[in-house]
Antibody, heavy 113, light 108 residues
Framework: QVQLRESGPGLVKPSGTLSLICNISGDSISSTSWWGWVRQPPGKGLEWIGQRHLIGGINYNPSLESRVTLSLDRSTNQVFLYLRSVTAADTAKYYC??????WGQGTRVTVSS | EVVLTQSPGTLSLSPGDRATLHCRASHTVPSDYLAWFQERPGQAPRLLIFGASTRASDIPDRISGSGSGTDFTLSISRLEPEDFAVYFCQQYATSPYTFGQGTRLEIK
């Protein structure tokens, strides 16, 4: 059974970098899938952050592109999200996805001093 | 950016009823790259429909999607207790991929 599990610090200071890890079990990054991130601020809808394919490229939401980096690690089967210069507006629940057909449970991140 | 507007915001129905949820796009969604998701409290979003009308794995046939262009519909017949949740539509044809604001299906 394929599972995604997000992890990372629940609290990030303003202007800092949000760093999240998605651990993949039961599947391999070397598959044909796109691996990405989606977030949901409290009380709001879902926002696509971006996605990456091992051999096919990368797409970012233009609204975040200047601050975000997605990377994949085949050796550890992990997907990474880095979001720089965070503000309170980046407070959200962050989800890891595979082709949008499989999602992790999500991890809450609060940006606050 | 393709803006997706879902209606109604909240739908109050009883178990056994039929639910009809709508998703309207600000621009044509090419190749019907439109998906529907269910979100229950404390759970990961679950893909229900992709390609506007194709059910994802293990989705019962009482859940169906239809529509094309700018108007899409999710129908759920014979509502069961586990169907009462929030539903989102998403277009994945044009970057940035965007989601609707959601429809809350609640028990009447």
């Amino acid at each position: 059974q394929v599972q995604l599990r997000e992890s990372g610090p629940g609290l990030v200071k303003p202007s800092g970098t949000l760093s999240l890890i998605c651990n993949i079990s039961g599947d391999s990054i070397s598959s044909t899938s796109w691996w990405g991130w989606v977030r949901q601020p409290p009380g709001k809808g879902l926002e696509w952050i971006g996605q990456r394919h091992l051999i096919g490229g990368i797409n970012y939401n233009p609204s975040l592109e200047s601050r975000v980096t997605l990377s994949l690690d085949r050796s550890t089967n992990q997907v990474f999200l880095y979001l720089r210069s965070v503000t309170a507006a980046d407070t959200a629940k962050y989800y890891c996805t595979r082709d949008f057909d499989l999602w992790g449970q999500g991890t809450r991140v609060t940006v606050s001093s | 950016e393709v803006v997706l507007t879902q209606s109604p915001g909240t739908l109050s129905l009883s178990p056994g009823d039929r639910a009809t949820l709508h998703c309207r796009a600000s621009h044509t969604v090419p190749s019907d790259y439109l998906a529907w998701f269910q979100e229950r409290p404390g759970q990961a979003p679950r893909l229900l429909i992709f390609g506007a009308s194709t059910r994802a794995s293990d989705i019962p046939d009482r859940i169906s999607g239809s529509g094309s262009g700018t108007d899409f519909t999710l129908s759920i017949s014979r509502l069961e207790p586990e169907d009462f949740a929030v539903y989102f539509c998403q277009q994945y044809a044009t970057s940035p991929y965007t989601f609707g604001q959601g429809t809350r299906l609640e028990i009447k």
